[in-house]
């Protein structure tokens, strides 16, 4: 089981490398936004997977949780101030 | 219980990859946040249905249940609000030339 959680990890690093292509060379601005959005839905799912690896899931889970409601705040900010600068 | 924890993680995982393919190749930012919302909130999903069934029945896996609840909560929202600024800045919708 350890040694399946430890490819997990890596493939889901992986996967973070390819949202980074998309926030690297996006064409516009809200390519940005959603690329950083899918990288921090990987990074909650690869803290869970780091808490079961190293068999502290009561630790890791709560920092996932914080990690999860920050991303949600700040994600709407930009939105938002993205929004009312077309709109003056 | 292992194998089909094991079984559930695979599958969110097919589904995660298939979502970053779509997020490099698909031409409009309108059909990236198609691939990024759905198809991630279903890999979220069943990943983490199987991280829940391998830990058994205590209050880690209340805790995992709360991550996915806000992630179901959180993930349309922030797609409907970066989607619903880009329209409203101007961008237009990427159309298919016809020869």
Redesign the interface.
Known sequence: ?KT?LLY?MV??AL?IG??L??VLRG??I??R???L??IS??A??LL??IG?YFGR??MF??I??GY??L??VG??AV??F??Q???P | M?ILS?IF?VAG?FF??V???G??RLPD?FS??HA?SLT?SLG?FL??IG?SL??GLD??TL??L??LA??YI??P???H??????L????KPWKKETP
């Open positions: 089981m399946f997990v493939l889901l996967l390819a949202y292509y998309r064409p516009t809200f390519d936004v959603l690329g959005n899918g839905t990987k909650i799912i869970i997977v079961m899931v009561d889970i709560d996932s949780t999860a409601l991303n949600l994600a709407l939105a938002k993205l929004e600068k077309g709109h | 292992d094991i993680i995982l995660l990859i979502a970053a393919i997020v490099v930012v990236r946040s990024v991630d979220a990943m983490l991280m391998h830990e209050k880690n805790k995992i709360v991550v806000l992630l959180l993930n929202v922030i797609a609000a970066t989607i619903r600024a880009a409203r800045s101007g961008i």
